[in-house]
């Protein structure tokens, strides 16, 4: 995972977690009357643009409130206060515009691996319209994901492809010059414009009508990461508490101690402060606090026995893309995370590939029993559950009780056609040549070109 993150995604990628915990109702009050309603813009405690090691240890102090110590829940509880959604957005969201340049080195790789030819000649030229705007988490792959798109096209004669980085690109006027867009790794909102509700629904309006109309849809791993939200609150804190705790926790009693928390503070300052001048300008801080944060969740989330039984937390944001692209992320395993593919249908145009076997090392997304179901999904391949160690599988939080996790389908949405594929976060993904094949044959279904059993897995006579 790129540490351009959006809580938009990293939260929801690293498993989101909506626990409460019991802690008495005079305490809870007490300890959020301390904290401050945003950790982030508390830390500067004399306001003058920097953070000293003393300013940042005392920040993280006072997360333990009046108390001796914490449990992983209680500090879960604390951090949900300290980092409401909208601050852990300003540290996660990349500022700036989005690289727009892969390396020349994975664009080798990836012009290695291209297919000769595709499975089937298109009706008529194909225009296709990469929309790589990431509004939560932005993957360092995409400018190589966007350019895959471009050069599968070109190389065996299926489309031709137009990558933007806007969402403005999204209207009536421009689409109808193009017979399928592809969502390449889009995160968060991202057709939104925040400032104007109108553009923002004129644009929800063109993509719908679009693909109902009989054009097409295609996304690729983060397109299935867009428009969902946690509910029941705020749920950050409880997703960075097992990092922070694994981290702090110096004396293994499962819990921690203000002086723990100061000693934290400082080796994280350490490490911030490269250049030793005893104080983090807000930039750097943000890049450098970003960083440490991502690192506690990451370990948090590549230990065993985290998984939390129960229904997810996450409800759609905007149910009718939700229901066209299939589905939206709930949790992910960490990259590089070994699958297994099992082919749901080998007799399909599109599983070809994949017919003497399939493995892959990527971050892996699971979709929730809310919002991801055959009923309505055709689909192609999924994981081999019972290939995954049994400590892999104590990783996920609030796992399907059916154990069953697509990783690509197709199906209709109106006259159109949509095609998702779950993998795609690592660069090392687009030198696969079968994976390549996979996503040529797909796009090709959605464009009209190749034609597929789309009906609903759970509908099929066994």
């Known amino acids: ?114 297919p000769e030819s595709a499975p089937a000649k298109p009706k008529k030229p194909r225009k296709v319209l990469v929309l790589s705007k990431a509004a939560g988490f932005v993957h360092s792959c995409i400018p190589l994901a966007a350019k895959t798109i471009e050069e599968l096209g070109a190389k065996t004669g299926a489309w031709t492809a137009t990558v933007t980085y806007d969402s403005v690109s999204i209207n009536s006027a421009n689409l109808k010059q193009y017979d399928l867009v592809f969502l390449n790794n889009t995160t968060g909102e991202f057709l939104d414009d925040p400032k104007d509700p109108a553009a ?42 097992p990092g922070i705790m694994k981290v702090a926790d110096t004396d293994g009693d499962h819990k ?65 893309f939700d229901k066209a692209i299939g589905g939206f992320f709930k949790y992910h395993w960490l990259d590089p995370q070994h699958i297994v593919y099992k082919i ?36 192609l391949t999924s994981i081999d559950y019972s290939k995954m160690s049994e400590a892999d599988k104590l990783k996920e939080d609030f796992p399907r009780e059916d154990h069953d996790y697509g990783l690509s389908w197709i199906h209709r949405v109106g006259k159109g056609r949509v095609f998702y594929e779950a993998h795609g976060h690592s660069e090392r993904v687009y030198a696969m040549k079968p994976m390549l094949e996979h996503v040529l044959a797909g796009v090709q279904y959605a464009l009209g070109d190749l034609k597929a059993n789309d009906t609903p897995s759970a509908k099929l006579k066994k």
């Open 344 to 379: 749901d249908d080998p007799d399909s145009p599109l599983t070809t590939m994949f017919r003497d076997g399939f493995e892959i090392n990527d971050e892996t997304y699971t979709f929730g029993m809310d919002t991801w179901s055959r009923n309505n999904l055709h689909v």
């Open 1 to 114: 995972m790129n540490v351009q993150i959006s809580f938009g995604r990293f939260a929801k990628k690293f498993a989101i977690i909506g626990c409460a915990v019991a802690l008495s109702s005079g305490a809870l009050t007490w300890m959020f009357a301390q904290q401050p309603a945003d950790f982030l813009g508390s830390v500067d405690a004399d306001k003058d643009g920097f953070i000293t090691r003393s300013e940042f240890a005392s920040a993280m102090s006072k997360w333990t409130g009046n108390r001796e110590s914490l449990t992983e829940e209680q500090l879960g509880t604390v951090l949900d206060s300290a980092f409401p959604e909208s601050a852990f957005a300003a540290v996660f969201v990349a500022s700036g515009p989005q690289n727009q340049t892969p390396k020349q080195s994975d664009v080798d790789k990836m012009m290695a691996a291209l």
């Open 200 to 241: 923002t629904a004129a644009r929800k309006k063109a993509l719908l009508d679009f693909v109902r109309s009989g054009k097409g849809l295609a996304g690729i791993h983060a397109a299935g990461d867009s428009y969902h939200k946690a509910t029941g609150g705020t749920v950050w804190g409880h997703m960075l508490a």
């Open 256 to 320: 921690v101690t203000t002086a723990e928390l100061n000693t934290l503070a400082g080796t994280w300052f350490d490490k911030m402060d490269s250049h030793n001048t005893g104080k983090l300008s807000q930039q750097d801080f943000r890049g450098g606090f970003r960083g440490r944060l991502f690192s506690t969740v990451a370990r948090a989330a590549a230990t065993p026995g985290k998984g939390r039984p129960g229904r997810d937390t996450q409800v759609g944001t905007w149910p009718e």
